[in-house]
Every structure is written in C-alpha cells, then in structure tokens.
T-cell receptor, first 111, second 116 residues
C-alpha cells in the first residue's frame, strides 16, 4: 500500500465550478499536510499547508484535514482557467525534511 | 531573486554514458533534495542532504549518486544511465524543519532526461 494515495483524475470542470481534490494516507505519524500546485513545464509550488485537523482557508482555496480518517482535501471555489494545473498532496513529519507525495491530479478548468 | 536552478533543462543521452545534472540554490538553505516524477507515481525522493557533506538515500536511490561539497550546490550523478531512468527530475531546497513547524520546499524548474 502506498503511503499516500491521491485520486488520479484527470478532472475537467467548467469555469466557476467547485473542485474537490482528495488524498488518503496510511501513516498516522504524519504531522503536516500540504498541497502543491504544478503548472506545465514548471516545478511544484506550495499552495496550502496545514498542521492539524480542521480547515484552513486562503481566498478561493480551502484545505481540509481529518486525521481520524487520514483524509486530506483541497477545495477550490469559483474555479478559473488559471487554476488549470497538476495538484499534488504531500505529507511529512516522520523524518527530517522528507515529504511523501501523492500521484497528482491534473485539473483543467475550461472557460 | 530567490531561486533553485537546474541544468540542463532537457537532456537526451544513451545507455551507459555518465551524466551530471546540476542544482544550485541562492537562499542559503541547508536542506536539499532530488526527486523524480513519473506518470502515475508522483514525486519520489532519490537523495537528500541536510548540510554540506551530509547526504542520505531517499526512496529510490538505485543508480544515482550525489555530493554536497558546497552549501549551494547539490549535483545528481548518473554513472551508467539506463532507460528506466528516463524521467522528469526536480531539485528542491528548504531551511531545516524545527519542531512543530514546516519549512516550505522550493523546487527548481525540472530536468527532463531521456535515456535511449
């Protein structure tokens, strides 16, 4: 079993839709949870980071962590074509500096 | 501008021909790491370094070498590349994680390697 499983997609939604991206993880020792966004031909960039269960909001983006079920989500409200990218969940905290990534979900938001 | 740079960005080579992919960061970060990205497998860590002369294996180290002689540079070496090392490679750096916090990893632009 992979340590982090991410819904593979791809996802294609119309502009303005609400997008839900999801990951599960297996090791309860993971302490922090991230979402990275990767545009085509670019390196990943940190989008959201949370350290505990609950919700964290940043503009149109909400990251949600449920440690009891080992489930993390990213919601995008009022999605825009500029949100089209690959979204990667990542978990860490079990060893120095190490992040474990999900497989990534390719999202396309069409006008 | 704070950044991680990688060279080359694209490389096509043949089996067995030694190659080096360079990585450099200008943020004075202690921690550096190499990942490979493959379809359906996400990003997997190859090697990491916590500081100069301190390196350790990640999840998929076979066939790769690294060195960390200077804080800013962390080259990835493929002594005898094989076709299964065809992939997209990313270098990343960050400051050390302190207890109870996370320090963002900054990624380079990637190196697309094809081994024929």
């Amino acid at each position: 079993q992979k340590e982090v499983e991410q819904d593979p997609g791809p996802l294609s939604v119309p502009e303005g839709a609400i997008v839900s991206l999801n990951c599960t993880y297996s090791n309860s020792a993971f302490q922090y949870f991230m979402w990275y966004r990767q545009y085509s031909r670019k390196g990943p960039e940190l989008l959201m980071y949370t350290y505990s269960s609950g919700n964290k909001e940043d503009g149109r983006f909400t990251a949600q962590v449920d440690k009891s079920s080992k489930y993390i989500s990213l919601f995008i409200r009022d999605s825009q074509p500029s949100d089209s990218a690959t979204y990667l969940c990542a978990v860490g905290g079990t060893s120095y500096g190490k992040l474990t990534f999900g497989q990534g979900t390719i999202l396309t938001v069409h006008p | 501008e704070a950044q991680v740079t990688q060279n080359p960005r694209y490389l096509i080579t043949v089996t067995g021909k030694k190659l080096t992919v360079t990585c450099s960061q200008n943020m004075n970060h202690e921690y550096m790491s190499w990942y490979r990205q493959d379809p359906g497998l996400g990003l997997r860590q190859i090697y990491y370094s916590m500081n100069v002369e301190v390196t350790d294996k990640g999840d998929v180290p076979e066939g790769y070498k690294v060195s960390r002689k200077e804080k800013r540079n962390f080259p990835l070496i493929l002594e005898s590349p094989s076709p299964n090392q065809t992939s997209l490679y990313f270098c990343a750096s960050s400051t050390p994680r302190t207890s109870g916090s996370y320090n963002e990893q900054f990624f380079g632009p990637g190196t697309r390697l094809t081994v024929l």
